[in-house]
């Protein structure tokens, strides 16, 4: 990932955090609020496929690998919308080396 990053900025994600707000009965609920949307490179991250079994059913995780820039507030737990998919932050990467940009691995949620 060296060199400008500018150019290959081309999908905008929305990032979104679990917010928990008042049911009206004494308890709450989470729901996810848009933190801002952001531009941002996206890849699928074949090499970190995982695969589970879940009531008898294996199921496939899809990970991502997401290049922003940085400066973005940005924790694990979050999530980010891209054209339809729902990706939870799993990971966040911040190279010394290259302290403009950020990289974040993100996995499908319920894939």
């Not at 150019?7 to 049911?23: A, F, M, S, W, Y």
């Not at 074949?46 to 059913?57: E, K, W």
């Not at 999530?79 to 950020?102: A, E, N, S």
């Amino acid at each position: 990932m060296q060199g400008e990053i500018a150019g290959r900025l081309k999908q905008r994600v929305r990032l979104e955090r679990r917010v928990h707000t008042p049911d009206g009965a004494g308890g709450s609920h989470e729901v996810w609020q848009t933190v801002g949307e952001h531009w941002a490179e996206m890849r699928p991250a074949d090499s970190l496929n995982m695969s589970a079994v879940v009531a008898d059913t294996r199921v496939t995780a899809r990970r991502w690998r997401v290049l922003m820039r940085a400066g973005i507030d940005i924790a694990l737990g979050m999530r980010l919308t891209w054209q339809g998919l729902d990706l939870r932050v799993t990971g966040i990467q911040r190279d010394p080396q290259l302290p403009d940009r950020v990289a974040v691995i993100a996995e499908e949620f319920g894939a």
